[in-house]
């Protein structure tokens, strides 16, 4: 399990077990984190996943592949250095403690 912090849009911070390889957007889904829509189950092709990482953490993930960037393209709310898909990062235990910031909409 690895411990993540998701800041919902009211400002709401919840504290999550995520399984091991799951991805920030499977354990939001499956903890019911208001913020994240996840629409297409994580195959990087709708966006509802936008979150902001916490800046000084950017450095621990691996950076985005192409098509994650491409659809980051498409994100309903402002786009910001710090955006990321939560569906194309995978939990580590070297990411324990990470703030994943929800936006005010997903579309
Ligand atoms: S869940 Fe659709 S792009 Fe992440």
Redesign the pocket.
């Known amino acids: 399990m690895v411990n993540i912090i998701y800041v919902e849009p009211s400002g709401h911070r919840k504290t999550i077990d995520v399984e091991d390889g799951w991805s920030l957007?499977q354990g939001a889904i499956a903890n019911g984190v208001d913020g994240i829509v996840?629409?297409?189950?994580?195959?990087?092709?709708?966006?509802?996943?936008h979150c902001y990482v916490e800046e000084s953490r950017l450095g621990d993930i691996p950076p985005p592949e192409a098509a994650e960037e491409d659809?980051l393209d498409t994100v309903a709310a402002q786009l910001r250095p710090t955006s990321r898909?939560?569906?194309?990062i995978k939990t580590t235990a070297g990411l324990a403690g990470l703030v994943v910031i929800l936006p005010e909409t997903q579309g």
Request: glycine letters at 22%; a negative charge; hydrophobic letters at 30%.
């Open positions: 957007m996840g629409e297409c189950g994580g195959s990087c092709a709708c966006g509802t996943c659809m898909l939560a569906c194309q």
